[in-house]
């Protein structure tokens, strides 16, 4: 399995980006897709995650900002982020877990800079 991402980049506060991953050679069903963000000095944290079957976590500080969602077809998963703030400022990583060949697999990350 492997997983691609895209989106991110520089965008002041207020502003919105859309972060999307997709997994290739996934030939079984994948359970679970989300992000991890992890700042400078800072712990690595989940941001969200969205299963299979459309429930979704989010961190009590993207609730109500970030949406994510599922392309189960595709493979794919979006990272819908509005009002970003400064304190958003980090890289992101998705993430794939697919039970049925177990482990946690990673795209690579992706910088997010919300800054005037």
């Known amino acids: 399995v492997q997983l691609q991402a895209s989106g991110g980049g520089l965008v002041q506060p207020g502003g919105s980006l859309r972060l999307s991953c997709t997994a290739s050679?996934?030939?079984?069903?994948?359970?679970?897709m989300g992000w991890y963000r992890q700042a400078p000095g800072k712990q690595r944290e989940l941001v969200a995650r969205?299963?299979?079957?459309?429930?979704?976590n989010y961190a009590d500080s993207v609730k109500g900002r970030f949406t994510i969602s599922r392309d189960n077809a595709k493979n794919t998963a979006y990272l819908q982020m509005n009002n970003l703030k400064p304190e958003d400022t980090a890289v992101y990583s998705c993430?794939?877990?697919?039970?049925?060949?177990?482990?946690?697999?990673w795209g690579q990350g992706t910088l997010v800079t919300v800054s005037s």
């Open positions: 969205g299963t299979h079957g459309g429930r979704t």
């Open positions: 050679r996934a030939n079984f069903r994948i359970d679970i």
């Open positions: 993430y794939a877990d697919i039970a049925a060949v177990g482990g946690r697999h």
